[in-house]
């Protein structure tokens, strides 16, 4: 898959079939629309290109929206990836970018430097300044610059838009294992490995402290989960707690990965976690001690978890 940071920079001479979304958390409603562009691109000798834009266009229009992604940016590309995409275009979305016509868009972006002969998108897909103009203005502009749209169904938009609902929601709730379901892979929380407080190592469960400087991430609901990671190409397992750390009078969330059977020091790597169940809320204990007695009970049920994987 071939990546471009702006559509100006596009430059594959091959005509395209273009679709264009967000595309947050790739997940099963998204590559149902990437299989149809794809096989569409290849039954018509086109690149199969995917038009998307960062930041998310209400970061920029709608200051005060606290909203969150599934996936970072890198996430997104990530997965993409492996969906077998001729090109993907991550343009530039700025408040000078959303004052373009609709007139403009299509010709700027479509026409001059996408070389587009199809398009896929959505019946209640809206483009322009204002986002004044929908899909029947957009095949009219086909007619005339000689490209052809074609529709994705109510029902697969409503799809499309219901998963991600429902993966946000879900996730908000700590269900993990109805996420991951609705995403077709496991939700992944990727970042650096900064130095914490080591009270996992008083307690003899060292963790990696987990940085996300991506501010807009979703971070699941608090509590502690089975987790896996590969690190230096090796796959191994864990279990990790979001929240403050109460039992020690902690105030700031942090992510705290503790990997079974391994010895070694992750300051300063970046690293990616897949999430796979939830075990627990994080709970304030008496002691220590009990916070102790309890995690041994969160390693006790993780590695049975992680037996009836294989």
């Given amino acids: 898959m071939k990546r471009y940071t702006d559509a100006k920079t596009y430059d594959n001479k091959t005509p395209s079939?273009?679709?264009?979304?967000?595309?947050?958390?790739?997940?099963?409603?998204?590559k149902k629309i990437i299989e149809r562009l794809i096989e569409s691109a290849e039954r018509n000798g086109l690149e199969s290109v995917i038009l998307t834009f960062f930041p998310h266009p209400r970061m920029v229009l709608q200051q005060d929206s606290e909203i969150k992604l599934i996936n970072t940016i890198d996430e997104r590309i990530q997965i993409l990836e492996k969906t077998g995409l001729s090109s993907l275009i991550i343009h530039p979305f700025t408040k000078e970018f959303s004052r373009l016509t609709a007139e403009e868009y299509v010709e700027q972006m479509l026409v001059d430097h996408l070389n587009v002969r199809h398009v896929i998108i959505g019946y209640d897909h809206r483009?322009?300044?204002?986002?004044?103009?929908?899909?029947?203005?957009?095949?009219?502009?086909?007619?005339?610059?000689?490209?052809?749209?074609?529709?994705?169904?109510?029902?697969?938009?409503?799809?499309?838009?219901?998963?991600?609902?429902?993966?946000?929601k879900a996730l908000s709730e700590g269900n993990i294992i109805k996420a991951n379901a609705y995403l077709g892979y496991e939700f992944m929380l990727t970042g650096k490995v900064i130095k914490g407080k080591e009270l996992g190592r008083k307690l003899n469960y060292p963790t990696a402290n987990l940085h996300i400087k991506e501010e807009y991430k979703l971070i699941p609901k608090n509590g502690v989960y089975v987790i896996q990671s590969k690190i230096d190409d090796r796959t191994y397992f864990g279990m990790m707690n979001i929240g403050t750390n109460p039992t020690v009078n902690g105030t700031n969330q942090s992510i705290e990965a503790h990997f079974f059977d391994a010895s070694f020091n992750?300051?300063?790597?970046?690293?990616?976690?897949?999430?796979?169940?939830?075990?627990?809320?994080?709970?304030?204990?008496?002691?220590?001690?009990?916070?102790?007695d309890a995690m041994q009970q969160d390693e006790d049920f993780s590695r049975e978890y992680i037996n009836s994987l294989v």
């Fill in 17 to 30: 079939v273009v679709t264009i979304g967000t595309f947050d958390g790739v997940h099963i409603g998204h």
């Fill in 127 to 168: 483009f322009g300044r204002n986002r004044n103009s929908n899909i029947t203005d957009l095949a009219s502009y086909g007619i005339q610059n000689d490209f052809t749209v074609e529709e994705i169904s109510k029902q697969d938009i409503d799809d499309v838009a219901v998963s991600s609902t429902k993966i946000r």
């Fill in 266 to 292: 992750l300051y300063d790597k970046k690293i990616q976690i897949k999430m796979l169940k939830r075990i627990r809320d994080e709970k304030k204990f008496d002691s220590l001690e009990q916070l102790q």
